[in-house]
């Protein structure tokens, strides 16, 4: 059974950071990448980052590039971390960590994910 928990969102003041944790059970981190991946209200979801143990990925979207730090508890492989600095009221979303198969596509497309977690809100004040 794959179970994929987020947790860290909150309030936060603009250029504050927040950590997101995401624990990850039932799936290795040797056939599947992780993201996080986030939908502000009215908008497309946008993956922000990426991190794939088999290829050596690692991805930022152009709008966190700098102010956002993925990582991964590799000898456990049961969490995946989003540190996020800087931040600005446009990064509120609900941000979902998820997992997919390495060989189903790109990592960039949402609708490729095939495990999600249930999301975590981030709120940016300004």
């Known amino acids: 059974d794959v179970q994929l928990q987020a947790s860290g969102g909150g309030l936060v003041q603009a250029g504050g950071s927040l950590r997101l944790s995401c624990a990850v059970s039932?799936?290795?981190?040797?056939?599947?990448?992780m993201s996080w991946i986030r939908q502000a209200p009215g908008k497309e979801r946008e993956v922000v980052s990426c991190t794939s143990k088999s290829d050596g990925t690692t991805y930022y979207a152009d709008s966190v590039k700098g102010r956002f730090t993925i990582s991964s508890d590799s000898k456990t492989e049961n969490a995946v971390f989003l540190q996020m600095n800087s931040l600005k009221p446009e990064d509120t979303a609900v941000y979902y960590c998820?997992?997919?198969?390495?060989?189903?596509?790109?990592?960039?497309?949402?609708?490729?994910?095939?495990?999600w977690g249930q999301g975590t809100l981030v709120t940016v004040s300004s």
């Open positions: 039932g799936i290795t981190f040797d056939d599947y990448a």
């Open positions: 998820a997992a997919k198969n390495l060989y189903s596509g790109s990592y960039y497309d949402p609708d490729l994910y095939n495990y």
